[in-house]
């Protein structure tokens, strides 16, 4: 029979992660995370991940720059990184998002690869 219990995360009481992400309703194939107010400033280093990540802007801007492209993300736009993919982001506004991955970045280590 199919695990069918509801899990419901209040993000005032959610753990935070080292890179000041907030973990959301995590299952076993998918997880959500909430970056809030990050700050404006030069894009980190690009990293690859063994997990597949979809994003939705709330507030502000940033840049995407993936395996040589960049694209402008805006509140309302949505975007995908492919696992295994080369990115990173570069914060131009104060800037809110809505992420998912999968398998959950948070399992096994994942993030820190």
Do not use: C
Request: glycine letters at 8%.
């Amino acid at each position: 029979m199919a695990d069918t219990s509801i899990t419901k995360v209040d993000s005032k009481f959610s753990p935070t992660g080292k890179d000041g992400e907030k973990y959301l309703a995590s299952g076993i194939h998918v997880a959500m995370r909430m970056w809030e107010n990050e700050e404006p400033g030069e894009a980190k280093p690009a990293v690859t991940r063994p997990y597949e990540t979809v994003g939705y802007v709330l507030k502000g801007r940033a840049e995407l720059h993936l395996e040589g492209q960049m694209v402008l993300l805006e509140p309302g736009n949505s975007w995908v990184v492919p696992r295994g993919s080369s990115h990173t982001y570069k914060i131009l506004e104060s800037f809110s998002a809505v992420e998912a991955t999968t398998p959950p970045a948070q399992v096994h280590g994942r993030e820190d690869k």
